[in-house]
């Protein structure tokens, strides 16, 4: 054997003359190849002033003094070039770009950049910092925090599924047992959903992909507006004395869900239940024939002791019609009536069709 078998460094053979010329050629490879560092990894063409000892890793279809070298490191040595085939696995440092580079058997891949990085996994299988990836969690990563940043605009972070049923979410954990989640998890719906142990999972918040409505499948509302309400409705004929304020009964329910109207013990009042604090009342009234000069329609508030605390006071306009509305604070026991006064100089009748109602609406 005339030369290694990793360098191809020549060996001195025995008695040969002119030892110093073998030893010489072993040392000038050495020197070139030993911590291999390049000046740069794309040139075609030989620089035109290169200093002894520059090396370059010689790019494709190269020409000149270079044809033929194609990937080979060039070092220009005592005045000439010389060429080194490298053998797979040999790194070396291109200055240029600040990269490690290694050889694997046909081409030049980079693997580091400036401190010996890594410049790119793409692909690779499994990367851990500063933990160990497995098979499910091929990204692991062990810190305080972890940065995505933007790059000159916007930056967006991308969760893909394979099929709308699959899931696309963001799990929380505590221990490794899941605490909340939310993403499209079963479904294209958006969901938010919490865990008390990691296997039972109960939903907070669906926002439906097609509508934007959101629902609260496992939050029962403190209070519905407008879910408590009643509506009476007068129809028997009924004559308002001149100069009177008179108090309309109501004979028929329209509508009642908790007992505000009571037409057999008092058709005059709306009475507040429990668990109710705010109202929305609404009254119409209208007679049959002109009324006189002062008339109006008239609302009241009172409370469980017979106290007037508010009122709401309109008068009959267009058709001898008048129509009161008004927002109350309430508490239980608290109550409600409707009057009319007019002075016409006679009695003037109220219509019996059922257009005069009052209705009230919870709102707190």
């Known amino acids: ?11 001195i053979a025995p008695a040969q003359a002119q030892k110093h010329v073998t030893h010489n050629e072993a040392l000038r490879a050495l020197d070139a190849l030993v911590h291999l560092s390049v000046l740069r990894d794309d040139l075609t063409t030989p620089p035109s002033t290169p200093a002894d000892g520059d090396r370059y890793i010689i790019g494709s279809s190269a020409s ?27 790194r070396a440092w291109v200055e240029e770009s600040s990269a490690l580079v290694v050889w694997d058997g046909m081409q030049w891949s980079s693997v580091g950049t400036g401190g010996g990085g890594p410049a790119s996994v793409n692909p690779t299988p499994l990367v851990g910092v500063n933990a160990t990836a ?21 930056h967006q972070l991308k969760i893909n599924k394979n099929a709308a049923g699959d899931t696309a979410s963001l799990l929380y954990q505590t221990g490794f047992s899941g605490r909340a989640e939310f993403g499209t998890t079963g479904d294209d719906d958006f969901h938010v959903k919490v865990s008390p142990d990691g296997s039972t999972f109960h939903e907070a918040i669906v926002v439906d992909k097609d509508t934007g409505a959101v629902s609260l499948p496992n ?10 309400r009643a509506k009476g409705i007068q129809t ?9 304020t008179t108090v309309i009964d109501f004979d028929t329910e329209d509508f009642d869900t908790d007992g505000y109207l009571d037409i057999g013990t008092d058709s005059e009042r709306f009475t507040i239940p429990a668990g109710v604090s705010s109202v929305l009342l609404h009254g119409y009234l209208q007679v049959t024939s002109a009324v006189g000069t002062t008339n109006y329609i008239l609302v009241e508030h009172f409370n469980s002791s017979d106290v007037r605390q508010a009122f709401t006071l309109l008068p009959l306009i267009v058709n001898y019609a008048g129509f009161a509305t008004g927002l109350f604070a309430v508490s239980q026991g608290d109550y409600f009536t409707m009057s009319l006064y007019q002075n016409s100089g006679s009695d003037a009748d109220l219509h019996t069709d059922g257009r005069n109602y009052m209705s009230i609406s919870a709102v707190a």
Do not use: C
Not at 72 to 90: L, R
Not at 219 to 228: H, I, Q, R
Not at 236 to 244: D, E, F, K, L, S
């Open 1 to 11: 054997m005339d030369s290694s078998p990793n360098l191809n460094l020549p060996y």
């Open 64 to 90: 000149a003094a270079w044809a033929g070298q194609d990937g080979k490191v060039g070092a220009y040595q005592d005045g000439a070039w010389a060429f080194y085939q490298p053998a797979t696995g040999w």
């Open 134 to 154: 497995d098979t499910t969690n091929r990204l692991s990563v062990a810190s305080p925090a972890a940065l995505l940043n933007h790059e000159g605009n916007g």
């Open 219 to 228: 939050t029962t509302p403190a209070f519905t507006p407008f879910a408590s």
């Open 236 to 244: 028997t004929a009924t004559a308002i004395p001149t100069a009177t």
